[in-house]
């Protein structure tokens, strides 16, 4: 039986008057891939961002393995040792190494030992091509390698859920290959829970297991990742995948 790991239900979310999100409601299973589409401005990063507390909502409700959330900053504090985030402007010190920026959270927040959380930091540098700039700072980074070590800075952390926000809309053509193979590569080797915001079509096709597509703060359609792509339900969906050429 499948393993629950986030249900959100009739969420709503108002910045003053506006409403920016209505109504929304889904789930995603441990091993699964949801990636949120839709025209900019539809409200996917404000959706992942409450995911992980750093946006507020007004009315509704998030579970995490079945228990409610209680949305108070302590509560979100400990759950974002659980719930990782990548943004699309890297959020790395500038002040710290590439090491340090990996080992800060690990061993301060979390308490680990440092030695073990710096062996697993080198480990998963390697996995991306980067463990020779260990002892660079962000400065001395292109944007590829800056996103490539804020992925690994999250999953040094354990999470058991990755949010990713448009993580490759800064990147040229030949960064964004790098850093959507590593995506890749989290779901097919590592089987890592994801909800991605993107606008890399062939990406979300070959990735999603589920499709949430978002127009005007709602989902109008929430449909099995491939079939999203050939035989979507609403005709919104369908001049949107013409308008990306997909």
Request: aromatic share 8%.
């Amino acid at each position: 039986m499948a393993e629950e790991i986030l249900k959100v239900e009739h969420l709503n979310k108002f910045y003053g008057d506006w409403q920016a999100l209505h109504d929304i409601n889904f789930s995603i299973n441990k091993g699964e891939v949801v990636t949120l589409l839709g025209p900019s401005g539809s409200g996917k990063s404000t959706l992942i961002r409450t995911l992980n507390g750093l946006e507020p909502f007004k009315d509704g409700r998030i579970y995490f393995h079945g228990k409610q959330v209680d949305p108070n900053p302590k509560t979100w504090q400990d759950l974002r040792q659980k719930i990782g985030m990548v943004f699309q402007s890297y959020d790395l010190f500038p002040n710290l190494t590439v090491l340090d920026n990996i080992l800060l959270a690990p061993v301060k927040v979390q308490g680990r030992d440092k030695a073990a959380v710096q062996k697993e930091a080198l480990e998963l540098l390697d996995r991306v091509e980067l463990r020779n700039h260990a002892d660079a700072y962000p400065r001395e980074l292109s944007g590829g390698q800056k996103q490539r070590i804020a992925i690994v800075r999250a999953l040094a952390m354990h999470p058991e859920l990755m949010l990713f926000d448009e993580v490759t809309a800064s990147l040229d053509p030949e960064m964004v290959r790098g850093v959507l193979k590593i995506i890749k590569e989290l779901s097919d080797q590592d089987h890592m829970t994801m909800i991605i915001v993107t606008h890399e079509m062939n990406f979300a096709a070959k990735i999603a297991d589920q499709v949430l597509f978002l127009e005007n703060g709602r989902i109008l359609e929430e449909t099995p990742g491939q079939q999203f792509f050939d035989h979507p339900q609403t005709d919104r969906a369908t001049e949107f995948l013409n308008s990306m050429d997909f």
